[in-house]
């Protein structure tokens, strides 16, 4: 018996039917990626939100939990940018205390991409959208920070340094009090005068440009480095010469009546005698000029040996900056006497085509930054020649 066949379908037909399957199969598959990346974020935000309760927490001076101000009782702390951040010392580090937002995997805000993007240079992780000028993210100024307190001299000596919004009181120590015994019914306690005085913390501004050459800008890989250590070594050099300024000219620090030869272990003894005479603390660290240093440690016994340090000194830190004088150094407990402002904002600018001949970019960074003496009887200045 003959049956009629169906006539079979075109290829065509068949092939719309399998794409019509697979876009309805990619959309929903799509659908799920979508779901699953938002939920993935969504997950990470609440994750932050947890972290960022648990340092508020762990903040809060009521948690019981030992902070930096109650691990050191002569710290005190500042409000910067919504964080409770304690002054910071030599050893601490800015930068713990911001972190970068969640990138979910973009690349972080850096100074390359900054400089490439503001000269119409691609790049393959360009992290940035600013061009021309910006305020660098507070991750990575408090980065750049730590970085300049790293190369700075005064820091090294134990300076502290505070991060600051905007304008900042605090007290400094012109002359301590003095205690009397009193005996009943007698009148014989006086007033003792001056005691503390306001230090309106403003500092100025300091500024670094940079040239840049075309072909730095676009064939460096290690541009991102190059900036940043230039950034902070200038500017820490720059604070070395205003703090050191700063140490020299206060009229409230004492200083040597005769004279304590700089270049040599027994001028260092001598000072440090006076110092502790006048009712200081031996010190704990002392900056001198670069060629005192180096005449100090070169010093020779008659026998021609080298005359090493006396055991008394071992524990004060010898540096050396060459924004010293040469006949005077500063030693004392520089923890106490001498604190660094910072202002956590870093601005940066860049010129283009600065110096048109030579195909050369300029790059403009500039911060606000200054040493203050806080407690000047905590210093004390050496002169090998008293004028």
Excluded: C
Excluded at 80 to 105: A, C, E, T, W
Excluded at 113 to 127: C, E, K
Excluded at 160 to 181: E, F, N, S
Excluded at 246 to 257: F, G, M, R
């Amino acid at each position: 018996m003959n049956q009629q066949m169906d006539k079979p379908k075109s290829n065509g037909g068949a092939t719309d039917i399998l794409m019509n399957a697979f876009s309805e199969f990619k959309s929903k598959h799509d659908e799920n990626l979508n779901k699953r990346d938002q939920q993935l974020k969504n997950d990470i935000a609440e994750v932050q939100s947890s972290f960022d309760r648990v340092e508020e927490i762990l903040n809060r001076p009521s948690s019981g939990i030992p902070q930096a101000s109650a691990l050191k009782p002569d710290r005190f702390a500042v409000d910067v940018s919504g964080k409770r951040i304690p002054v910071l010392g030599r050893d601490d580090q800015l930068q713990n205390h911001f972190r970068p937002k969640p990138s979910y995997g973009e690349p972080e805000w850096s100074l390359e991409d900054f400089v490439r993007n503001s000269l119409g240079i691609s790049s393959r992780s360009n992290s940035v959208l600013e061009h021309g000028s910006a305020t660098v993210p507070e991750f990575l100024t408090s980065r750049i920070i730590d970085d300049i307190r790293a190369k700075n001299t005064l820091i090294k000596s134990g300076a502290l340094t505070l991060p600051l919004d905007g304008k900042t009181v605090i007290g400094r120590i012109d002359t301590d009090p003095v205690a009397y015994l009193h005996a009943e019914g007698v009148d014989d306690i006086d007033l003792s005068l001056p005691v503390f005085s306001p230090i309106e913390l403003d500092p100025g501004m300091i500024a670094v440009q940079i040239p840049l050459s075309v072909e730095i800008v676009a064939d460096s890989a290690n541009l991102d480095l190059l900036l940043r250590t230039s950034i902070a070594a200038a500017v820490a050099k720059k604070l070395d010469t205003l703090g050191i300024t700063a140490l020299l000219a206060d009229a409230n620090i004492p200083d040597s009546a005769t004279g304590e030869d700089t270049e040599t272990w027994s001028g260092l003894i001598a000072a440090a005698g006076s110092h502790i005479s006048a009712n200081g603390d031996w010190p704990k660290a002392v900056i001198s000029n670069a060629g005192d240093y180096t005449k100090r440690i070169s010093q020779l016994a008659g026998d021609g040996h080298w005359i090493s340090k006396p055991p008394e000194l071992l524990p004060m830190a010898d540096l050396f900056t060459t924004a010293m004088a040469a006949g005077k150094a500063i030693m004392g407990d520089f923890e106490k006497g001498l604190l660094l402002g910072m202002r956590q904002e870093l601005r940066l600018e860049v010129v283009r085509w600065h110096q048109p001949g030579s195909a050369s970019h300029l790059m403009v960074a500039y911060l606000r930054g200054q040493f203050y003496v806080v407690q000047p009887a905590a210093m004390y200045r050496q002169l090998k020649t008293v004028v």
